[in-house]
T-cell receptor
């Protein structure tokens, strides 16, 4: 399997612009997660989906952030308008809940490094 | 709420030294415990995990034992290599299947030849 695929790998934009990050989970996985990593705050869970349905978006920082999962093989995280404080590495991860007995391994993509000027 | 505390870094060791990275947790119920590793420029990878008390996870020479009585999951390796240089994250999950991982702040490890 190709693993979790994220695009773009690097994004540089100006404050106020819309940014869309993309993720393709591992085929067959039924959970998808979006994380943000910064030096100051470490690794934060933003939102996660189960079978394409958002389950918990309590980590989404504010209304400027939105995430969708239109089908099992694709998800987007959108920031509109972007601000310099959104600069971070954004990771997507996917997992398969095996046997319904607790959690299983999350597989992370390589991340998108976002810089907002 | 659930939380994970890791020893502060960065940690710098010489090759072949013994490694311990401390991790303690606070959780309700019976979480699963994980160590993830992040190499420069990459995403996180699962290093090892344990799903119940007294379980020992192991991989690539690393070990960690789930200690319920001390709420700890310390990472150890007997002889580190330069290639072990990375950031290590301790994490826990809700055993009830919430699928949410709570991560520690990460510990940066540098191994000098």
């Amino acid at each position: 399997d190709a693993g979790v695929i994220q695009s773009p790998r690097h994004e540089v934009t100006e404050m106020g612009q819309e940014v869309t990050l993309r993720c393709k989970p591992i085929s067959g996985h039924d959970y998808l997660f979006w994380y943000r990593q910064t030096m100051m705050r470490g690794l934060e869970l933003l939102i996660y989906f189960n079978n394409n349905v958002p389950i918990d978006d309590s980590g989404m920082p504010e209304d400027r952030f939105s995430a969708k999962m239109p089908n099992a093989s694709f998800s987007t995280l959108k920031i509109q308008p972007s601000e310099p404080r959104d600069s971070a590495v954004y990771f997507c991860a996917s997992s398969l809940l095996a046997g319904g007995a607790g959690t299983d391994t999350q597989y992370f993509g390589p991340g998108t490094r976002l810089t907002v000027l | 709420g659930n939380s994970v505390t890791q020893m502060e870094g960065p940690v710098t060791l010489s090759e072949e030294a013994f490694l311990t990275i401390n991790c303690t947790y606070t959780a309700t119920g019976y979480p699963s415990l994980f160590w993830y590793v992040q190499y420069p420029g990459e995403g996180l990878q699962l290093l090892l995990k344990a799903t119940k008390a007294d379980d020992k996870g192991s991989n690539k020479g690393f070990e960690a034992t789930y200690r319920k009585e001390t709420t700890s999951f310390h990472l150890e390796k007997g002889s580190v290599q330069v290639s072990d240089s990375a950031v290590y994250f301790c994490a826990l999950s809700d055993y009830q299947g919430a699928q949410k991982l709570v991560f520690g702040q990460g510990t940066r490890l540098t191994i000098n030849p």
